[in-house]
């Protein structure tokens, strides 16, 4: 008997079983699915366990196949994605505007070293050593070395940014009230999460990544749970063609569609910016 917490989109608290896998002795991947509202996440976080994050303090990085380590081509990768988000997240502020960012899982800090040039304030947040050590050291940013949810602070934020982070933490529904609540009145938050679609099977995920995400999104199911929290959209938008659009209510297979698109060798994201 498995006792599932209620669906943090829907409030069901009936999951279907779609995939396992065992990557090494020490991790047992399963993932379930809603049956209600067909959100997809892993078991442990349908069950509501905390797992046990040293992973991400210690080895998430570099257990990449690429950009394991901070060089040349990781620099410029993360610079490239770091000014093409601000240059979105930019016209969403008056012109001219500085505040306050903090980057949840902020890497080795590109983002924040981006931002900072245009005369924001900037704060991070980050487990994994080598990243965080470049961060501090190389880039002289204000980092902590923790996860978000044992993040405190007194003062609000213009701008809460989620790079590919958004689904790698516990207890999404905490994590949306906690967004809230750091929130200033002009804040907004930016999330960037993989199109659950876009990898065309569970067995085409790195097991990296099938060890640290709790959650896969899809665009209704984003949608959904954002709304269910009282967000308004400012932004959203998927890199999908449209007619998988056209069929996100019906993702009970999420893959579906995917033959459709196989063609298409684009990762398709899911973006968003909300206040
Ligand atoms: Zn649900």
């Known amino acids: 008997m498995n006792n599932y917490i209620s669906c943090p989109i829907c409030h069901n ?12 002795k020490k991790y047992n991947v399963s993932i379930v699915q809603c049956e209600h509202c067909e959100f997809v996440l892993s078991k442990s976080a349908a ?5 046990k994050q040293d992973f991400v303090f210690e080895n998430y990085w ?24 601000l240059k979105l997240i930019s016209g969403f ?28 304030s900037v704060h991070g947040i980050e487990p994994d050593k080598e990243c965080y050590d470049y961060a501090i ?10 996860l978000f949810a044992d993040y405190q602070t007194e003062e609000k934020v213009d701008l809460l940014y989620f790079s590919h982070v958004f689904d790698d933490i516990n ?7 906690k967004i809230k609540s750091l929130l200033s009145s ?22 990296e990544d099938l060890i640290v995400n709790k959650y896969y999104f899809t665009t209704s199911t984003l949608r959904n749970l954002l709304e269910e929290n009282g967000f308004t959209f400012e932004y959203f938008k998927s890199k999908e063609p449209i007619y998988l659009n056209t ?19 684009k990762k398709s994201l899911i973006r968003v910016i909300a206040s």
């Open 13 to 24: 608290d009936k999951y279907r079983p779609i995939f396992k896998k065992s990557i090494t």
């Open 47 to 51: 069950l509501g366990q905390e797992v």
């Open 62 to 85: 570099r257990s990449k196949k690429i950009g394991n380590h901070i060089d040349k081509r990781f620099i410029r990768h993360f610079t490239r994605r770091a000014r093409s988000h």
């Open 93 to 120: 502020y008056p012109k001219g505007f500085t505040g306050r960012a903090l980057d949840i899982g902020c890497g080795a800090g590109l983002f924040l070293d981006e931002i900072r040039k245009q005369g924001w």
């Open 137 to 146: 050291n190389t880039l002289k940013l204000d980092v902590d070395r923790c």
């Open 171 to 177: 207890n999404i529904d905490l994590v949306c009230r």
């Open 186 to 207: 002009e804040g907004r938050v930016f999330i960037e999460v993989p199109n659950l679609i876009s990898y065309g099977g569970f067995e085409n995920i790195n097991d």
């Open 247 to 265: 069929v996100g209510q019906v993702v009970l297979s999420p893959f579906k569609v995917y033959k459709k698109m196989k063609s298409s060798k």
